[in-house]
């Protein structure tokens, strides 16, 4: 029973919502039929880990019913229904969180019953909770929904003469709605589409955004005065740096844009904002610029201490947290990095926290030349997906060319060869910037022992040339290495 449902839930109760549960369970209002407070109050005596094997339906039936046959299917359903209470609890404990949404709720009754003063109360009491709201997604969308309950509220007073401003502004909603969705969706699918091996067919969201005379709009909202125009236009930047990312020009403004309003924004529709700035410098950029380095770094610094690295609370995704890292390391803000692992590898999710603090210090002692503790540290890298692999692949093809073990490498070349052409998950683009890699570093090798100067300045050209590479810049130094 241990990987149950119903124990996954209650181990993310907190003490004070165990109490709260129970209460909830005695209360005649929430009752589901069964009375499940003898069974949780056996089982509470095990939160939060419920790790012991004493948590078993026989163990709890012998509890609840001394001296009594075990009877499974009594236990089941007593469960099932103790599940379902966890749930309607949580559901509660969301609405506690969002007045919003509460009253969104209330209206709807209030306007079945006609209660036309309630209504309208319940409209002043959600615009005092949105004042107090950031600028996102979801303040357009509760904005919108508001525009809507004041309409229905005209029509259930009989005063729809009143509608023009609040149709109005809704239709303005729904416009900047649009705006940030087209963000969101187009952003996901290119990275879907290049790294995950998604296929697209018709992609009628693209077509749309990408036709749109943005410019246009824009300046009317400024001869218009219109309050949301920075956003308008940050929307239409970030759209412009996914559909024409060469345009570098719309990074710069983005980013001007962003340092002169992000305090007006939400905390989540910041990091997202920083999210899409570091993305475009990591994957349009040149990053063997040391300009584009130092950039990336300080946005990284930047959101570390603004705390917008961090999503949903405190938490640490993994590939924010070897992006971050990686990123120090190229901009050669080592003690930065070391740092880095040290305060905030505790903000991965558990399961990570080892295998990604190794692949850290793996790195770390690479780009410090410490090339025997980094295949160490490799070594301990448990492999969480694929492109966990693929980076350490990569890595370890380096590690073992700066060992000068040429054996090693190329039967480690030809291993990854073959998991390249084994693993249909890997996206093309991926699979041919590893690939290209791999065959690389195998001419490296090769020359590393002829030494025809004409075949080192011939390589070194193909690979300047080359746009879809992994570690071009590493490739280029060792070839370098060679001419000298």
């Given at each position: ?367 410090t030349g410490e090339y025997q503790k980094a295949l160490g540290y490799v070594n301990k890298v448990e492999f969480k997906d694929i492109m966990d692999k693929l980076q350490i692949r990569i890595l370890t093809a380096k590690i073992y060319y700066e060992l ?81």
């Amino acid at each position: 029973m241990k990987n149950s449902k119903l124990i996954n839930i209650l181990k993310t109760f907190s003490p004070e919502e165990i109490k709260l549960f129970e209460k909830f369970l005695a209360s005649p209002f929430h009752s589901s039929g069964k009375n499940c407070i003898p069974l949780f109050r056996v089982m509470k005596k095990f939160h939060p880990e419920f790790d012991t094997d004493k948590i078993s339906y026989e163990s709890l039936h012998s509890k609840l019913y001394p001296g009594k046959k075990f009877n499974k299917q009594v236990m089941w359903n007593l469960s099932s229904a103790l599940e379902k209470m966890t749930k309607e609890f949580i559901e509660q404990i969301a609405l506690k969180k969002d007045k919003f949404t509460r009253m969104s709720l209330a209206i709807s009754e209030f306007n079945t019953r006609k209660l036309a003063h309630n209504y309208s109360q319940a409209i002043s009491e959600m615009e005092k909770v949105l004042l107090k709201t950031g600028i996102d997604y979801d303040h357009f969308d509760k904005k919108l929904h508001l525009e809507i309950f004041k309409q229905d509220y005209y029509f259930l007073t009989d005063k729809t003469q009143f509608k023009g401003d609040s149709t109005l502004k809704s239709a303005e909603y729904q416009v900047l709605l649009f705006l940030r969705m087209s963000v969101t969706a187009l952003r996901d699918l290119k990275i879907l589409e290049e790294y995950h091996n998604y296929k697209i067919d018709i992609n009628l969201a693209l077509e749309f955004a990408g036709n749109i005379d943005y410019e246009t709009i824009i300046e009317y909202a400024k001869r218009k005065n219109y309050e949301y125009t920075y956003l308008i236009e940050l929307y239409y930047h970030s759209l412009m740096m996914l559909l024409k990312p060469v345009e570098t020009e719309h990074m710069v403004k983005f980013r001007e844009l962003f340092r002169e309003h992000y305090k007006k924004l939400a905390s989540n529709e910041q990091k997202d904002m920083m999210h899409w700035l570091i993305n475009y410098c990591l994957y349009n950029l040149d990053l063997g610029k040391e300009e584009n380095n130092r950039m990336i770094f300080e946005l990284n610094d930047f959101r570390i201490k603004e705390d917008l690295a961090f999503h949903p609370d405190n938490q640490l995704s993994k590939t924010a947290y070897l992006q971050i890292f990686n990123a120090a390391l190229r901009a050669n803000e080592t003690d930065w990095a070391l740092n880095f692992v040290k305060e905030h590898t505790s903000k991965l999710i558990p399961e990570f926290r080892d295998t990604m603090k190794c692949q850290a210090y793996a790195f770390l002692y690479f780009h410090t030349g410490e090339y025997q503790k980094a295949l160490g540290y490799v070594n301990k890298v448990e492999f969480k997906d694929i492109m966990d692999k693929l980076q350490i692949r990569i890595l370890t093809a380096k590690i073992y060319y700066e060992l000068n073990e040429p054996e090693t490498l190329l039967n480690y070349v030809d291993a990854t060869k073959h998991f390249l052409s084994s693993n249909p998950s890997i996206s093309e683009i991926i699979r041919v910037q590893v690939h290209t890699f791999i065959k690389y570093i195998q001419k490296i090798l090769f020359l590393k022992e002829k030494g025809d100067p004409a075949e080192i300045n011939s390589l070194k050209k193909e690979v300047e040339a080359v746009e879809e590479v992994a570690s071009k810049k590493w490739l280029l130094e060792k070839i370098s290495e060679l001419e000298n």
